[in-house]
């Protein structure tokens, strides 16, 4: 069975029943959205004894949508309604959280989902993650759950996996599974084969390492002590050590048997399935061999000019092994996979990949070209580049203690800052009484950075809603109205305040 959910349920800090009516519209919407028109009508013929080509061919969906709610809501009792069921949601999200916890080395961060079960009910609670989980809901892995948490109205699906893919520098494989699909784990693991085709390329990574080996001939060194044991009575072989350049190595078993799990798991996807025994035809053959399932071997991989190219991919491997391969229980089986995606970090690299190639490729983007006018306008400079969050340190004192990390810092040639921006993926609107939506929060971050970076321009940018029009805006900031002039073209302000809206 499938739930669908979306970003942000209960955002008021209130858990909402698992069968609210607006997590059946959720569902409802999907069902008719991902299951072919013939089985909708078919299964509203059955429960409303409809026969006949002619009359069940003439079925409106649209006039059955109640209909289709109950059947929805039917299906979710039907999973919450066992013990066993509602024991094992709970658990193995509260497994999916302490890792994704752990995995951030952080203890105030938001959980991926929430389950609490209140007198044989579930509830839920949502943030700000887009994810994908399929659970075990029983020790024979006869019925499973796979849960869908969705973008909320932000975004369209369409325009996540845009992002996506503009990220992972991938295209996407249509009709994966021959129908319709709508898998983020699916796109995950594309990205992950998209990458590992680029980065095998360059051929396959071989190092040096250490073997032990009988031979017919002597080889680099002769091990005296083993050669008097194994060979007394053999006086055909001797036994060396030496070293040899081989692709059997950490790294590639590594891959190979990622390759493998996917494989196995996924093997209705036929042009997944097919790139990747392409893969393993021409690099990965009898040559390497499939490592014992170990995470903490991929830990221990030390990284040199030879083989940094791989840590993404040992990174994709780690994740993979970790959410298909593993139970994080006793038994070792594996009772769920996952998948999930923070949107506030997906929203701020899609923006990110899209400046930088506009500043340095002059690809023309109508979104980045706002950016551009703001600069030539506000500094008069023809020419900048785009310091990302990842590539400075900066504290607002001396002491080092508040640090901050403005998402871009936009510079002359002279690596002068001469904006800041800093993306929110958050919903505006067309109401002035309501600050349209801009958090005065927001603003003051901003400010600090301005003030920090002695700059007077600062650009916020907030993803375009699919279902409303929104503008730009453009505010001056004075730090004190009496005394404009005193500060004009200082780093007291006035500010410009941008507020751009991106289409993706």
Not at 176 to 190: M, R, W
Not at 362 to 379: N, Y
Request: net charge neutral.
């Amino acid at each position: 069975m499938e739930l669908i959910l979306s970003e942000w349920i209960g955002a008021s800090n209130n858990y909402v029943k698992l069968d609210d009516d607006s997590i059946i519209e959720l569902n409802v919407q999907n069902y008719i959205s991902s299951t072919n028109e013939e089985e909708i009508k078919k299964i509203i013929s059955k429960r409303n004894e409809i026969t006949g080509k002619k009359e069940i061919y003439a079925i409106k969906i649209e006039d059955y949508l109640n209909e289709l709610k109950i059947i929805c809501k039917e299906n979710i009792q039907s999973i919450i309604s066992w013990v066993e069921h509602r024991n094992r949601i709970v658990i193995e999200t509260a497994k999916i959280n302490n890792y994704h916890k752990a995995k951030l080395n952080k203890e105030d961060v938001n959980p991926i989902i929430d389950f609490i079960e209140i007198k044989d009910e579930l509830y839920v609670r949502t943030y700000q993650y887009a994810a994908e989980f399929e659970i075990k809901l029983d020790e024979k892995n006869i019925n499973t759950l796979k849960i869908k948490l969705e973008p909320r109205n932000l975004v369209s699906e369409v325009n996540f996996i845009k992002m996506f893919e503009t990220i992972f520098n991938f295209h996407r494989l249509e009709n994966i599974s021959g129908g319709k699909s709508n898998s983020f784990l699916l796109l995950y693991y594309l990205a992950f084969i998209g990458r590992l085709t680029e980065v095998l390329k360059h051929g396959l990574y071989r190092e040096y390492i250490d073997l032990e080996e009988n031979l017919t001939f002597l080889k680099e060194r002769l091990n005296i002590s083993e050669h008097l044991r194994l060979n007394k009575f053999n006086k055909h072989r001797i036994y060396c050590e030496f070293s040899e350049l081989t692709p059997n190595n950490l790294i590639n078993q590594t891959i190979k048997t990622t390759l493998n799990l996917i494989q196995k798991h996924f093997s209705r996807y036929k042009i997944l399935q097919h790139e990747i025994r392409k893969i393993k035809s021409i690099f990965f053959d009898d040559d390497v061999s499939e490592m014992k399932f170990n995470i903490n071997s991929i830990k221990t991989i030390r990284y040199n000019r030879q083989n940094k190219r791989y840590e993404e991919i040992m990174n994709y491997c780690q994740n993979i092994l970790q959410n298909i391969g593993s139970s994080f229980s006793v038994e070792n089986k594996m009772n769920y996979s996952a998948f999930y995606v923070d949107m506030n970090d997906l929203f701020e690299k899609y923006v990110e990949k899209k400046l930088i190639e506009s500043s340095i490729n002059d690809v023309i983007d109508m979104d980045f070209l706002k950016i551009e006018k703001i600069i030539k306008e506000t500094s008069k400079v023809d020419n900048y580049f785009v310091e990302t969050q990842n590539q400075g340190h900066y504290a607002l004192d001396v002491e080092n203690i508040f640090t901050i990390k403005p998402d871009f810092l936009i510079k002359d040639f002279e690596g002068e800052v001469i904006a800041v921006a800093d993306t929110k993926y958050k919903r505006l609107n067309n109401n002035k009484i309501k600050n349209y939506g801009i958090s005065s929060s927001d603003v003051y971050q901003l400010l600090s950075y301005a003030h920090k970076f002695n700059t007077n321009t600062i650009i916020l940018i907030y993803p375009q809603p699919p279902d409303e029009f929104i503008e730009d805006l453009s505010f001056t900031i004075k730090i004190d109205n009496n005394n404009v002039k005193k500060f004009s073209n200082s780093r007291f302000g006035p500010y410009t305040l941008n507020s751009l809206v991106f289409k993706i």
